[in-house]
């Protein structure tokens, strides 16, 4: 998959919109094609904010719990090492290519915008590694041993999702900066760093603390 695909996804929103490579502040030893900054030279109008908001593309930031997440699985890589990994929600894929770089013996991205598939197969290739895609949780492989999940209880509406995870693997890392108390005491806390999505959106610092949780083994 190419960058030049990439923008065109991007476009389809935001006409002037393009990717560039960038190495995430919380990540830095991840390059990715991330949202070029650089193309915004004004503010936005009426109509390109509009699309903006109406369909964002989120897998052209790097969020906060993303690159905490693959840093802690880089420096950790015996929790995911010649294990069958499932990242869900993938979006830019740096979980996903982090936990291909640290040894996974498979890693599946599974996230239901083709265009973040189109990112990861961009960003895997751009660091070397192989990762399967897949767009939609129910037509995932059999035999997970590990799912990662990065920012994915925004909405309260997905609290349903810790459980499913438990069900679905024997070991979940869960990294989030929504939510102070999951609810959840199988998901235990291992630490809480603090990360700024990329590029910055200047989000609330209270999103900026993330908590990264295990469930399992």
């Known amino acids: 998959m190419s960058p030049e695909c990439l923008d065109q996804h991007l476009q389809k929103t935001l006409s002037r919109g393009r990717v560039t490579v960038s190495r995430p502040a919380g990540c ?3 390059p990715l094609y991330l949202f070029d900054p650089a193309v915004l030279e004004g503010p936005l109008s009426h109509q390109e904010a509009q699309a903006v908001v109406a369909e964002p593309a989120y897998w052209s930031f790097c ?11 880089l420096a950790h890589p015996h929790w995911v090492a010649g294990k069958r990994v499932l990242d869900f929600g993938s979006g830019s894929g740096v979980v996903a290519v982090a936990a291909a770089r640290a040894g996974a013996h498979e890693v599946i991205a599974c996230d239901l915008d083709p265009a973040a598939l ?3 197969a ?6 070397g590694v192989n990762v399967a895609l897949c767009g939609n949780w129910d037509d995932r492989p059999v035999g997970i041993d590990v799912i990662t999940a990065a920012d994915v209880l925004y ?3 997905n609290r349903p999702l810790l459980e499913v995870f438990r ?3 024997p070991r979940v890392l869960l990294a989030d900066s929504r939510i102070r108390n999951l609810g959840d005491q199988a998901y235990r806390l291992q630490t809480t760093v603090q990360a700024r999505t990329w590029p910055d959106l200047n989000e609330f610092e209270e999103f900026n603390q993330v908590r990264i949780y295990l469930a399992g083994d």
Request: zero cysteines; charged letters at 15%.
């Open 122 to 127: 961009a960003n895997a290739r751009l660091n």
């Open 155 to 157: 909405d309260p509406d």
């Open 63 to 73: 969020w906060a719990s993303g690159q905490v997440l693959a840093n802690w699985i």
């Open 28 to 30: 830095q030893v991840v």
């Open 167 to 169: 069900s679905a693997a």
């Open 118 to 120: 189109d990112a990861v």
